[in-house]
């Protein structure tokens, strides 16, 4: 099992032991999950979309007004060398801003200190490559007009509420739905459907709009297909021919059964597979190189 205290984790622009990697209790990050943060993903000694990641990372502090104390390369490097200080090959890394230490009440005043921390380390897809179920949660996802989806922050509460609810039900994984009934996104995972030849994806207002469905949409199109963004109703996945779940941490999984109902064949189908097999080889083609 990994251990994580062996890992070398850099913390405002120190490397530091994992045992040794502590913030303040202080730390808006913890008091309010005042913070944003990135998972990206590193195969075969190269970072797969790391621009498009830091980009990313940048937007959501900026619409949250937090100011990140690195610039754009200077977080590149900071995360590609973290990887080398780990011996990394083929690993996950988490970039953290919080707004760190500033007041203890909500406003977070004048005085904070961003907190930067990276972490990187071995992980496995963590929903298999073998069909899954998911199950609707009765929880909602978080609505833009109370946050813009743009924004990938800490506040995760009701992604993992609904992962409980998913686990609790025997599924492998939750699947959320707006406050409208409308079909979002799973936990940590964007949805897609396939149909008629056309891949279906939720509109981005309501879903994080993820570099994994981005790739895996235009691999869509590569392949013949249609894409198009819309709104989803449950009917629309009960009748869908197939449908997948993607993201940085689970890459693409086949989604056979929702709420008990089987997908399209029950089985994973036909443009998954071959969409994940184009994924597994595009993602051994770019990137930017660690070493
Ligand atoms: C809620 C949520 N949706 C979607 C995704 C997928 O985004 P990406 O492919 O950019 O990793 C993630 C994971 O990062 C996520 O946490």
Known sequence: ???????????NGRFVPGNQATISVFDRGLLFGD???????????????????????????????L?????????????????????LQDAHMRPIVTR?????????????????????????PFLGDQGIALK?????????????SRVKHTGYLNNILAKLEADAAG??????LDVHGFVTEGPGENFLLIRGGAMVSPTTTNILNGITRRTVMELARQAGLRTEE?????GDVYTADEALVCGTGAEIVPVVRVDGRP???GEAGPVTRSLMTAFRQLVQQEGTPVY
């Open 67 to 87: 100011t990140i104390p690195l610039s754009k390369e200077e977080m590149k490097q900071a995360i590609l060398e973290t990887l080398r200080r780990n011996r």
């Open 136 to 148: 609707t949660a009765a929880v909602r996802r978080t609505p833009p007009e109370c946050i813009d």
């Open 230 to 234: 819309r709104n989803l109703t449950l």
């Open 263 to 265: 997908i399209g064949s």
């Open 1 to 11: 099992m990994l251990n994580l205290e062996e890992l070398t984790v850099y913390i």
């Open 100 to 124: 760190g230490v500033g007041a203890l009440g909500v406003g977070p005043g004048r005085d904070v200190n961003p907190t930067v921390i990276i972490f990187a380390h071995p992980w496995k």
């Open 35 to 65: 913070a944003v943060f990135e998972g990206i993903r590193e195969y075969s000694g190269r970072v797969f979309k790391l621009d498009e990641h830091v980009d990313r990372l940048y937007d959501s502090a900026r619409i949250i007004s």
């Open 171 to 176: 599924a492998n994984e939750a699947l959320l």
